[in-house]
């Protein structure tokens, strides 16, 4: 697992960017999860083990079903598309489903089953029991739209139509940050919709700083929400947290600070390399030295010490 990835899974476990994320990418900005209601589900038993384990899940209890779980919520992060989202994600699901029906059958054949139709003894379920609503949602932490299949049917080939006409289909739950708008990113109840408001113009520096340097928001941010952006962005910020809090607007002056004077270095540290390549290769023409001798004076290659030689040459 990569680093934004773990930055990413950290970030999200907090019960109330987890619930944010849901109210505002799932539910078009509606209240339903309070994070108070979250609960910690193992990512492997409901989603089939550690082959299907999923990225984040959470055990939604409503507290108006009197603390029971209403339904199972899952997140996949994607810095990168998958061409195969939608069975990933159906798989996830299916296994969840399938664990609860494990569970409710392990359940009941341990308190036992009297009376219990035929039907019911061989699968462990009772007529009335009822499995737990599985969403999950796909989360793009990449400036760019996804640009991979969003339904089951669009990653299967040409086929008969009467054919697919029975085969299910599975539509991919994303939040494309490239695809809401930043009034919409700005209702978030957390600094998550900051955070993904900055992953939306991460490609475009001139918007980036203007929108940095235009919303004070970003003046105070939680060194967790900087380190998060910089982890999937690969930002380069450079921030030093005072109280545990970034100013997103000098850091990233800092860090165009930085890349300026290493630029500057390297461009230094070439010229440098270049006069000692034409002097190297006065002494091999002389005769003075071996060209081998001055490929590793050079720190290079023979090979890689007479091209740059004949480029300098040219030049």
């Not at 603390?67 to 919520?73: H, I, Q, R, V």
């Not at 990168?80 to 392990?106: F, K």
């Not at 080939?157 to 494309?176: H, I, S, T, W």
């Amino acid at each position: 697992m990569g680093k934004a990835d773990v930055a990413a899974r950290e970030y999200l476990s907090d019960p109330a960017r987890f619930a944010d994320l849901f109210n505002h990418g799932a539910f078009g900005g509606a209240g339903l999860v309070d994070p108070r209601e979250l609960r910690a589900a193992d990512s492997a038993s409901t989603s089939g083990g550690s082959e299907g384990r999923r990225d984040l899940m959470r055990e939604w209890a409503r507290m108006e079903g009197c603390g029971a779980t209403y339904a199972l919520l899952g997140v996949e992060e994607q810095t990168a598309g998958h061409p195969v989202m939608p069975a990933r994600c159906a798989l996830y699901d299916a296994m969840a489903y399938a664990e609860q029906v494990r569970g409710i059958a392990g359940r009941n054949r341990r308190e036992g089953m009297p009376g219990a139709a035929s039907e019911e003894l061989l699968s462990g379920v009772w007529e009335t029991d009822r499995l737990r609503p599985v969403v999950t949602l796909v989360l793009y932490l990449n400036a760019g739209d996804w640009g991979w299949p969003e339904t089951l049917h669009d990653t299967i080939g040409e086929a008969d139509p009467q054919l697919m006409a029975l085969v299910p289909d599975y539509r991919v739950n994303l939040v494309v940050p490239a695809r809401v708008s930043d009034d919409e990113l700005d209702a978030y109840d957390t600094e998550l919709g900051l955070a993904l408001k900055y992953v939306k113009h991460s490609k475009d520096g001139k918007e980036l700083g203007r929108m940095v340097r235009e919303d004070a928001r970003y003046r105070s941010v939680g060194a967790d929400t900087a380190s998060f952006v910089n982890a999937v962005t690969g930002s380069r910020l450079r921030f030093e947290p005072d109280d545990g809090r970034v100013d997103m607007c000098k850091a990233i002056d800092d860090m165009r600070a930085e890349s300026k004077r290493e630029g500057m270095l390297e461009g230094m540290r070439m010229g440098r390399l270049e006069g000692a390549i034409v002097t190297l290769r006065a002494l091999v023409e002389d005769g003075i030295i071996a060209v081998s001798d001055a490929a590793a004076q050079a720190g290079m290659t023979v090979d890689e010490f007479e091209q740059a030689a004949s480029e300098l040459a040219l030049s």
